[in-house]
């Protein structure tokens, strides 16, 4: 009398996890239940400042471009632009700083990942009474351009010589009548220029710009 053979069927769960395991280890991949974080692609960009092209008429500068989700300086000759008589010559000086900033990139500075977010049409408004010193009014509110933009401009013009006074926030305003705002350029500003404090502190006549919050 032959002894009948039975057999117990597998779970069809186990059998599913059994299948995998050995697909996987036939291939040299070990199997785990614990998600990876392989971190961000690596960028593509070189953010190499290119070479400065020579015949450019103005005044040396140091223009905020974006690189790699970061501001970049570049240097460049900023040409001088026609003189007005209502505007000073550190109101001159910011309004050539901003149509560098609006210009597009050369086709190097693209190559190496340089672009810029800096709306066309931006200018430099009129002082107003009472405005304090070193004062630089736009023709849009600061709050109401996107932040990098706002984060260019206000690194921009704080780090130039022919604007602002000296190291320190840089003291921005509007068209209309609302009073002017200090903003700061710090490094957590240039690491991530999306990140900029939308309204700066208040500056009021005869008081000392300070820092606005990061």
Same mark, same amino acid.
């Given at each position: ?5 039975? !057999? ?8 599913? #996890?059994?299948?995998?395991? @050995? ?7 070990? @199997? ?31 223009? +905020? ?12 000759? #900023? ?17 050539? *700083?901003?149509?560098? *900033? +609006? ?5 190097? +500075? ?14 430099? @408004? ?10 630089? !009014? ?24 022919? #604007? ?23 490094? @957590? #500003? ?8 939308? *309204? ?15």
């Amino acid at each position: 009398m032959t002894r009948a053979r039975t !057999r117990r069927a597998l779970p069809g769960a186990v059998l599913v #996890v059994l299948l995998t395991a @050995a697909a996987t280890s036939a291939c040299g991949i070990r @199997a785990t239940t614990v998600p990876v974080d392989v971190g961000a692609a690596p960028s593509r960009v070189s953010c190499d400042v290119p070479v400065e092209q020579n015949g450019v008429q103005g005044f040396r500068a140091t223009i +905020e471009l974006v690189c790699g989700s970061q501001l970049v300086g570049v240097e460049r000759v #900023v040409p001088i632009p026609e003189k007005k008589p209502t505007k000073d010559p550190a109101s001159l000086a910011a309004e050539a *700083l901003l149509e560098a *900033l +609006e210009r597009e990139p050369s086709a190097e +500075e693209r190559d190496a990942g340089f672009s810029t977010g800096v709306p066309d049409g931006l200018a430099v @408004a009129p002082a107003r009474t009472g405005d304090p010193a070193g004062t630089i !009014r736009l023709s849009r509110k600061p709050e109401d351009l996107p932040p990098v933009a706002l984060s260019q401009i206000v690194c921009t013009l704080a780090e130039s010589e022919a #604007v602002s006074a000296g190291p320190g926030p840089i003291v921005l305003g509007g068209p209309d009548a609302d009073p002017p705002r200090a903003w700061e350029c710090t490094e @957590a #500003v240039r690491s991530r220029p999306e990140s900029v404090a939308t *309204l700066g502190d208040v500056v009021r006549p005869g008081t000392s710009p300070s820092a606005s919050p990061s």
